[in-house]
C-alpha cells in the first residue's frame, strides 16, 4: 500500500491566487520557479506575497536551475521559501552548502539513477525527486522500468495528472508527488479543476473512502 503520508506539490505557482487556490484545495507544498529559462517564472515578491497568504502549514519550495549559489540563498530569503528544489548539473558540495541553509529536493532525471542515486540517498537535508529529461514539458515516465531502481523516500515528478497519478503511485510509491504542466489552462496560469482533480485523485489513491 501507498504511504497515508504521501505528499502533494503543485509547481508553477505564478500567482498569489492559484496559490491560495492550491493550498485550500489541499496541496502540502507549492513551488515557484525562478529559473530564468522557465515560462512560469515568478518573482521573488509575488512568491513571498503567496506564502504569506497561504500560511505556514503549506511548503514553500523554491525552483532553481543551475544557478549561482549567492543566487540561489538570495532569491530564496527574498521569497521567504521554506525549501528548495535543485535542478541541473550540480556538484555536491553546492548541495550540500544549499542544503545547510534550507531542505533540498534534489531532482534527478532516470539516466541519473544509476550514477547519483546511491550519493544522496541517507545525506541529511536532501530528498530525492525522479523527474522527465525535460521538466515541466508533460511527457510521463516508464514506471514499470524504473520500479527497480527507484530510491526509497524519493518523491515523483514528469507528466503527472488526474488521471494517471493514482497508476504512478502504485507502480512506485513515492513520498511526493509534482506535477505542473497537466494542471494548467496555459503556461504559468493553473486549472483550477485540474488542481483539484489532481489532488483529489492523489487522496482516492491512499483512502478509497476519499470523498469524490
Known amino acids: 500500500m501507498p504511504d497515508p503520508a ?16 492550491a493550498a485550500q484545495a489541499g496541496a502540502d507544498a507549492l513551488g515557484f520557479i525562478f529559473a530564468p529559462v522557465s515560462k512560469r517564472r515568478v518573482s521573488a515578491a509575488v512568491a513571498r506575497e503567496a506564502g504569506l497568504n497561504v500560511g505556514p502549514s503549506v511548503a514553500r519550495v523554491g525552483v532553481f536551475l543551475d544557478q549561482g549559489l549567492d543566487e540561489v540563498l538570495r532569491t ?4 521567504r521559501v521554506s525549501a ?3 535542478h541541473g548539473s550540480l556538484p555536491g558540495v553546492y548541495v550540500r552548502r544549499i542544503a545547510g541553509y534550507y531542505p533540498v529536493l534534489r531532482v534527478l532525471r532516470p539516466a541519473d539513477l544509476t550514477t547519483e542515486k546511491n550519493v544522496w540517498e541517507g545525506v541529511s537535508g536532501v530528498t530525492l525527486m525522479l523527474d522527465a529529461p525535460e521538466p515541466g514539458g508533460g ?7 524504473l520500479a527497480p531502481h527507484f530510491p526509497s523516500g524519493a518523491w515523483l515528478a514528469g507528466g503527472l ?5 493514482a497508476q504512478a503511485i502504485r507502480a512506485l510509491q513515492p513520498a511526493g508527488v509534482d506535477a505542473v504542466s497537466r494542471l494548467e489552462a496555459r503556461p504559468g496560469v493553473k486549472d483550477p479543476s485540474a488542481v483539484e482533480a489532481f489532488i483529489a485523485a492523489v487522496r482516492i489513491s491512499m483512502n478509497p473512502s476519499y470523498p469524490q
Open 6 to 21: 504521501i505528499r502533494i506539490k503543485v509547481c508553477g505557482t505564478t500567482t498569489v491566487a492559484d496559490a491560495v487556490h
Open 76 to 79: 530564496a530569503e527574498a521569497a
Open 84 to 86: 528548495v528544489q535543485l
Open 139 to 145: 511527457v510521463p515516465l516508464d514506471w514499470a522500468a
Open 161 to 165: 495528472g488526474p488521471w494517471n497519478v
